[in-house]
């Protein structure tokens, strides 16, 4: 029975002789140690189920605090296009439409899942994954000036994710510009937090009590930012639908064994004493503290591709996944050291690649990559 | 930075001090050690998403392996009821229907999940939570006689549990049967096996081939049997719809990081040493010792009660869920020392309580009940 | 308007070569003379669109006014299915369901309309097509009781027909009783009328106004009771779910020329002077006049299979759908000269037929097929 | 038929009062004269229900005729967005979308009625109410070459309609390059002809039996087209998935009397003797003949609004939906004469307006609306 002190000199070792840098998405790993910990310490405690037991209730205390939102109402969900398409679902009236950018995952890359429960995802433009608040503000504008609006979807939400598909970030202005289109409409404001950890770590201005206070519902992404699997579903203001046991459970989402996610989150809200940076002496939630190591490191590769590399970013990411546009002649090469994902073509000798870090993204790791591609790439 | 070694002395200092043996139900625990153990050895491993991980490619090989079926196709569910709404969904056409007991999960106890994918769920007789093939036979009979069937729902599957919800079985006579007609009727026979290794144990003839013969796709439970979370779904004969991974993905029930439930598969169907009981000589997967461990303790619970109390089966269950008819002048002595699960009032002075044991549920756990309840109720 | 009456004349003929007499179903006709006559009256006037017409307003009103009900919605719809689909959908929480006797159309004979809307149909036993309100009461009385009712789907609606599938009607206590136990637990009554007319002419003390006080909402059938086609669906107490017209529409089920079933119910709303039967001197809607000589002619049919042939009825019906127990041997020639609906075998000799009139059976067919009868069955 | 005779002569005193020429919409009005004299004629026959009625027989072999497609299977339901959310959901499998340029009366004006049954409609560039085929073309070349088609929505069908909400008209070449691109990609081409009587009319080389052989289904609209309601789903090669009575019957589109629609088809697709034009001396259904007559009364409008009153088209249509850039000063005084919609505002002084002709329009309405236009706003 290895410790963890054992599995991580084992795993060391791993590593060494594999050579590639894995970036290619933020979940191709496992769990943060403390949550894995965590998961042991917990395992011989017998629990209630259905969202009723006491880790979860213990996690939804800590995320309540983290939101400075005691009213809040927290759900735990398996996944994240489960969980976009429940509560939307959940959310909105019969005759009811989610209003998105057009990159939007739920837009995108969920099968369609949010259609699959009925209700049609309107999709407005993208600015690099962004909603304009001004076309937003004008759409709606005309929506509901036009005399057959009964015949089309009325929208009941609109959706953004931050940090977006790309990487980007609304700033607190930005939301709250949503927030208050949203309210004159009478829209909810719902926020996409799969990694959410990355985009607060990046932001100059935008907090949980922040979101907590814009959103109408936003989740706090586990599976990409430090959890095995699990997302938490805020409600802020304690004013989620009647019933949500039953609506989550008719749509398959409800874990029996509920403690699994709360568990995790538990661990993923205790107070991170080992915290990253030059920071003040607050003591915050591992879960932030997670996500400004990535971006920490994904700032350090940003520096490697542009200004050893020479590369110009494909989209200005300030979060843990990275946009390059790479000279082909580059690309295998790169691979050989890197797991990038190809993103899009850019010309006919250009690639447009994304790098992705996470919380299991190591210094040690990305030291040796800046290594190997001194050598190789630029020669020196 | 505690090993299991710390960590069970730890829990088990805490057992001591809690008197309750808890048999409320089999998703009131953590995972078995060697689940958790696999976790931790691969969590540093980095890996494929969305079913490509190794792990889960690997935990496929030895569940097809397990089940002689080399064709097999499986996926990872989250879930038990995500897995039958999902599944259900997937494998009917949109106007057919499933047939089950009245009894079953599907009907009673999943706030509608398979109606919400827009599927009937047509119920017959339960007796003792099975369905019986006789009925089954005259009511697909009726049904294809009657000359307004283009107006009613058509059937296009069977939905069973084994275990049922009551702790029953079916023999392999009876579930022959039941593939014989859904083969004459051009049914698929579906078994939901949220407890199936709890049934493979406690059936004297149906194994993990014997049900790849027969039905048509069934799933072996995680989520009650050892582990975290997950459930394991089989098309024995690898003739799954096309698109599964479209199909699976809108029903929300694609996880991103599928290496979650793939890892904890891949420990449950390891080769397993230290088997229980007296049994040949074979190597069985872990998953299946898991099931014989609950099972002999649960014969243990029912000696207990049924010899030493003189309580009457509530329904005679050979399986880890066992029913028995409570004096109501007992009942509140009981709780001071099983966690249990009233069932339903009998009559004016006896209720039917459901004891549960698990995979978690330990000999020293059983034994020292017997000796509380043997103090105080049996006065000796 | 003669040319109605050169093509009752024609037709006349017509029926003189054809002997048989078609009691088969009430929907195997055109509409009442009346109704055809308002389509061509206001076939060249123009109209608004989408329920905004002038007709539909008109026949609203009148609508409103057989009901005793001034705060009345009504929605006009194109079939019963259709109907009970969209209104059941619209008015119950995605997490309810609909209650209703197990023989009920909505769980037999709608190939899963209203599980294809994401419902489950919840039945309770059948007694001659009927609820039993004590049944009904225990059975929510035991949901309510029940701790795992979160994980079940929570009744929001009690369906009935009235007449039912069967023929058979409730009494005025019945229905009020059935409205006192969906007060008391919250749920909604509604009432399928697709044979209204019929249930009203048959019933001693069941009114529109009546229905009105005591359904949440039912529907006036038009496409078995006079009309080409349309159902009316009434909310009489005005409280129907905000944004119907989209709710409609969704369901596909918004009439674009929404006047044709408009101008329908203005002629059957329309005062009639030629009231059929001994009745005071009230003057009503043509609606119920249609009922009354179906059921009037309903009667007949009674006497004649019962006194004449002495056929014992197969179920006990007051309204225009009559069930016999005919001898085998007599099965070819009744044929000859009715058609019937094969209803189901009853013993090796007899078998139950389904004989129905409706507001297009005229007396002079129920009077040649008693000659007709007479001198080949009976024999004199 | 004189009360045909009188009614006429009675409503044209009436439009006489009447100076509002009713351009607002093709469904202002009742059916075409020879549609209700069928429907009287055939009032006293009884029949056969739910689509096995002789009319709908008759009507489905006339439009096999008409479409020179002998293997069709047509069906007939009761309105165009009905028509279209039932179609498509039951040719797509559960994972597939529809392909729709962005103005396509499925993405905008359906209340989400195709969302409603689990499908994503993907919206493409409109053109002018068009799809361009080589957008198309690219689109479905780049999905096919994405690696994560699997989590996106696959098409499966490419809707238009014919003509577009836009008045406009593909040629046949486009619609065979459309057919060409579908078949090449495996997808569906669904034409929705809500006014196809008006398309075929204005096209010069797009025809039933062309539509046929380039269309996997199409729908021939009978609301907007002559008849009182109801529109006729062609699959003219025969191939409609199985069980499609149960698919439309649980969509709640299944007419009880389906003769409603059967017998308005039946008169519709009669040949005419009456044709309008000059034409050759070919019989062409009356439901073509229709067409005929209101696109020419269009191009007498275009003529009017061009020519005399000097007002630009806002969109170039050939069909009965008339589009013109109306000056504000002028929009009060027309609407004295003209039942119009206000489409959209062009700049500060001009407004986009629509203007419909139909079956219905009267050569006498127009000269009537030619003169006073004249008088008031040509001054002359």
Known sequence: MNDF???NSTNKNMEERIEVCHLESDYNNGAHEAVLRHLIETNNERSQSYGDDRFSERARQLIGQACEAPEAQVWFLAGGTQTNATIIDCVLQPYEGVLCPETAHINVHESGAVEFTGHKVIALPSHDGKLDVGELRSWLSAFF???TAEHMVRPGMVYITFPTELGTLYTAAELTALHDVCQKYGLKLYVDGARLAYGLAASPDVTLPLLSRLADIFYIGGTKCGALCGEAVVFPRGDAPSHMLSRIKRHGALLAKSRVVGVQFDALFQPAGDVALNQPAVIVPLYLTLGRQAVSLAMRLRCLFVERLGYQPFIDSPTNQQFYIVPNADLDRLRRYIG??????VDASHTACRFVTSWATTEDEI????????????GL
């Not at 990038?340 to 073509?345: G, K, N, Q, S, T």
Request: proline share 4%.
């Open 5 to 7: 002190a054992e599995m």
């Open 145 to 147: 000036a036009d005399e």
């Open 340 to 345: 990038l994902e190809v993103w899009c073509p």
């Open 367 to 378: 030291a040796a990559l800046e290594a190997r591609l001194r050598t190789d790439l630029i």
